[in-house]
Structure formats: structure tokens, C-alpha cells
């Protein structure tokens, strides 16, 4: 019996950056936990220290690891999803839809970030946390479950997305295009940029996310 769980598919590769290419795997045995046979046809990754030979971890669809990124344990990647730079996906965590890891990010317990949300940076996304939608995990952020992330999209002038969770220190942290900080800092920052209107939807915006996430941790 193999103690590989899958292998490289000959001349089915794309490159992601001049002289990078994530190759197509294919599995060698069975993961009888989600359902695959032998032969079944995964995602792409750069090498095969992006995915673990033991566990349950897979990839696929049209999902990508590649960088110094590590999928482990039994863990799921697929879709379209993208795992890169020095991020870590492990435990039953899942990553899918058009999500992106990446940075020192982990993502690990039964964690599940998907749609078009992005998760970078230190944050730590655990627990049975599920991060979604349109937001944007950042910076110093541990997410350990829903309670703890609001996000809203189509709001400023240029119908943005405004998330605000909890940071590791405890602070309620907002990110918004660029910037990240602590609400009082955000709103700080809106108040000289943006108009008076603008700045009373934030406000309001803000006030909300607080009492939601506060009233849950309470």
C-alpha cells in the first residue's frame, strides 16, 4: 500500500507568477470522510509541502495553495479558493467559494471562511467561527465564533465593505479598504475624510456592530 495519498497529474498545471505553476493532484486512496474515491481529481498546489501526505486534508476543484502555505489535519480547500503566502489551514477547518487565506493567517478547529471574505495578516480565524460574505479578517484579529464579526456591505461613497470584530487584545477592531485600527481610531479617521453624511452611516454603522458583538460576548 502507498503511504502517498495523492501525486501530481502530467502537464496539468497553470502558472500563477513567471516561473511559478501549481500543479494538479490527483489522489492515490480513498477519503472515505468526504465521500472520494481512489483517482478522484483534486485542486492545485505549488508543492507538496503546501498539503499534507497524512490526515484527511484535501484540495479541490479549482482551489489553489502554493507560497510556504500548509493545508493539514483534515481540512478542506476548494472551489475557488486561494491559500497562500505563510498561511495555515488545518483541524476541520474549510476554506472555499472565491475565499482567500493568506499572509501568517491560520484558519483551524471547525473554521469556515468562504465567499469572497479574506482572512490575512496574524488573524486567527478558530473555533466554530464562520467568516463570509465580503468580509476582511485582518491584522492582529482572532475570530472564535460568529459573535465575535460583523460585517456590512455598499456602504461610504464608494460602496465598500466595513468589518469590525474582536482583536486578540480585546479591542473591537473596524477595516475598511486599507485602513485597519480600532473603532475610535476609524471613526476618528472618517470624521476628517469623509462628509458629514458619510460619517453618520459609519457612526451608526459602528454603534451597531458594538452593541451586537457585545451584548453576544456578555
Same mark, same amino acid.
Given at each position: ?55 484527511? #486534508?484535501? @484540495?479541490? $476543484?479549482?482551489?489553489?495553495? =502554493? +507560497?510556504? !502555505? %500548509? *493545508?493539514? &489535519? ?5 472551489? /475557488? ?29 471547525? #473554521?469556515? @471562511?468562504? $465567499?469572497?471574505?479574506?482572512? =490575512? +495578516?496574524? !488573524? %486567527? *480565524?478558530? &473555533? ?5 460574505? /465580503? ?45 485597519? &485600527? ?37
Amino acid at each position: 500500500m502507498s503511504d502517498k495519498k495523492y501525486e501530481f497529474v502530467p502537464g496539468d498545471e497553470k502558472t500563477i507568477a513567471p516561473g511559478r505553476t501549481v500543479k494538479r493532484i490527483r489522489l492515490l486512496v480513498a477519503i472515505a470522510a468526504f465521500g472520494l474515491p481512489s483517482g478522484s481529481l483534486g485542486g492545485y498546489i505549488e508543492s507538496k509541502e503546501c498539503l499534507s501526505q497524512s490526515g484527511n #486534508a484535501w @484540495v479541490s $476543484g479549482d482551489a489553489r495553495v =502554493s +507560497g510556504n !502555505a %500548509r *493545508v493539514f &489535519g483534515d481540512a478542506q480547500v476548494f472551489g /475557488d479558493a486561494r491559500v497562500f503566502g505563510n498561511a495555515r489551514v488545518f483541524g476541520d477547518a474549510q476554506v472555499f467559494g472565491d475565499a482567500r487565506v493568506f499572509g501568517n493567517a491560520r484558519v483551524f478547529g471547525s #473554521a469556515w @471562511v468562504s $465567499g469572497d471574505a479574506w482572512v =490575512s +495578516g496574524n !488573524a %486567527r *480565524v478558530f &473555533g466554530d467561527a464562520q467568516v463570509f460574505g /465580503d468580509a476582511q479578517v485582518s491584522g492582529d484579529a482572532w475570530v472564535s465564533g460568529d459573535a465575535s464579526i460583523v460585517w456590512v456591505s455598499k456602504v461610504g461613497r464608494d460602496n465598500g465593505t466595513l468589518t469590525v470584530f474582536t482583536g486578540k487584545d480585546g479591542d473591537l477592531i473596524a477595516t475598511r479598504g486599507c485602513f485597519i &485600527g480600532t473603532i475610535d481610531e476609524f471613526l476618528a479617521q472618517s470624521e476628517k475624510v469623509h462628509d458629514d453624511r458619510t460619517h453618520l452611516e459609519y457612526r451608526m454603522l459602528i454603534e451597531v456592530a458594538h452593541s451586537r458583538i457585545t451584548r453576544s460576548a456578555s
